[in-house]
């Protein structure tokens, strides 16, 4: 199957950068999209940014409104690895972090229930 393991995360103030990695193992040509969520304590898990890509090109890169201008998904191929790189970090960005994985190719697809494959997610906490 699929193996995602996170990384990069950490404790940061407010206005800082941050870079997680994905790294992908196994099955990873079944992959098309791979994507980014947070949950906060108490909160449901939300979408943070997806990307997709055939071959050596980028097909799409999305983002949640709330990160927009702020943060960036991109790839490497050559090392199966996603990242995000996080600026401007808000004390709202705290959250644990997941990468995540589709086998199906869908522009528009933000609901965590239909990516098959998860990481162990990685803490992100900003503070004031």
């Known amino acids: 199957q699929v193996q995602l393991v996170e990384s990069g995360g950490g404790l940061v103030q407010a206005g800082a950068s941050v870079r997680l990695s994905c790294a992908a193992s196994?099955?990873?040509?079944?992959?098309?999209?791979m994507g980014w969520f947070r949950q906060a304590p108490g909160k449901e898990r939300e979408f943070v940014a997806h990307i997709s890509w055939t071959g050596d090109r980028t097909i799409f890169a999305d983002y949640a409104d709330s990160v927009k201008g702020r943060f960036t998904i991109s790839r490497d191929n050559a090392k199966n690895t996603v990242f995000l790189q996080m600026n401007s970090l808000k004390p709202e960005d705290t959250a644990v972090y997941y990468c995540?994985?589709?086998?199906?190719?869908?522009?528009?697809?933000?609901?965590?229930?239909?990516?098959?494959?998860w990481g162990q997610g990685t803490q992100v906490t900003v503070s004031s």
């Open positions: 995540a994985a589709r086998t199906g190719l869908r522009n528009g697809v933000t609901n965590p229930r239909e990516y098959d494959y």
């Open positions: 196994g099955r990873t040509f079944s992959i098309y999209v």
